[in-house]
């Protein structure tokens, strides 16, 4: 009976090929925080239609097309953004009164910049001392 099983088993794993589901080992690209699903879906939109316009570019109607989706994905971008800043702005209002602590948590998180900075002492030592020296260098 074992040996019967085996072989069922056996000829269903031959026969019924499993994949393996591939891993994208491609690192995520962070997303700006006002880009939503609309204007991804308007990109895909654009993308869709400027592949037609590179197969067919004498076609009038495709370029008005693309053309028109373009500038509306342009102008909904600049939108989202300046809407995103907006609610930013009035959320730093409202916080630095009411709620430290979270304000200064949202201001941390706003800033792009690394938090060790690598520049050279001696570099910056220089600068200063450079500046402070009345007559500039002839280089």
Sequence with gaps: MKYFNDIIINAAQQSLK????KQNNKPQIPRKKWYGPK?????????KIGKDMCRNPYNAQIRRKYYRL???YKRSC??????????IFT??????SHNPKQYW???????????????????IFNHYKDLN???PKRK
């Design 18 to 21: 499993i994949s393996k589901i």
């Design 91 to 96: 959320m730093l209002g409202n916080l630095q």
């Design 133 to 135: 020296n009345p007559e």
């Design 70 to 72: 373009l500038k509306l």
């Design 39 to 47: 204007l991804r879906q308007l990109k895909s939109e654009v993308k």
């Design 105 to 123: 948590k949202l201001v941390d998180e706003l800033k792009d910049q690394p938090k060790n900075s690598n520049i050279d002492i001696t570099k």
């Design 78 to 87: 600049k939108s989202e953004q300046r809407k995103y800043k907006a609610k």
